[in-house]
């Protein structure tokens, strides 16, 4: 699955992600119980060469550009952005494979390990259609994996030495 990736990139994208990157489990519409996984990376749009490379030896994703700014929280208009996503099942299991391989380093891993569990879960198999106590047993699992991974993005104060 991702014998195409040089070891040099695999390293380079552990630590572009490691800053860059974002794991997330979202509550879909169906089923609207069992969230879905997506990796995706967001630089501003004078950087999307780099996403663009990214996709070239991935062979996987689409960057989706956006050519307006947003007011962020501050009340500043941000620049335009472009976004990497990856959302289909084959999309995240190559993102799981890969960051297996090239071990993140930062607290992102944190996130990544309970993601990369929901992803083996969630590509099982298709869970559209009514509800069964399987799909229930899932949902739980991967909800539960969800809030793993919110906590893990939380934000802690460090403990410094002194």
């Known amino acids: 699955m991702i014998d195409h990736i040089p070891d040099d990139f695999g390293h380079w994208l552990a630590g572009f992600v490691d800053g860059e990157g974002s794991f997330n489990l979202t509550l879909g519409k169906r089923p609207k119980h069992i969230p879905s996984c997506q990796f995706s990376i967001s630089l501003r749009n004078d950087d999307a060469d780099t996403l663009e490379y990214i996709i070239k030896v991935l062979g996987r994703g689409t960057v989706y550009y956006r050519e307006r700014g947003e007011i962020n929280k501050q009340g500043y208009m941000s620049k335009p952005r472009a976004d990497l996503m990856m959302h289909t099942k084959a999309d995240v299991k190559l993102i799981a494979a890969i960051f297996r391989k090239y071990p993140l380093r930062s607290k992102k891993r944190l996130a990544f390990v309970p993601w990369a ?34 906590e893990a993005r939380q934000y802690h104060t460090p403990q410094y030495p002194d």
């Open 117 to 150: 569990e929901a992803v083996d879960l969630w590509s099982l198999r298709n869970y559209n259609g009514p509800m069964t106590d399987e799909k229930w047993r899932v949902a739980e699992q991967m909800q539960d994996l969800m809030r793993q991974v919110k």
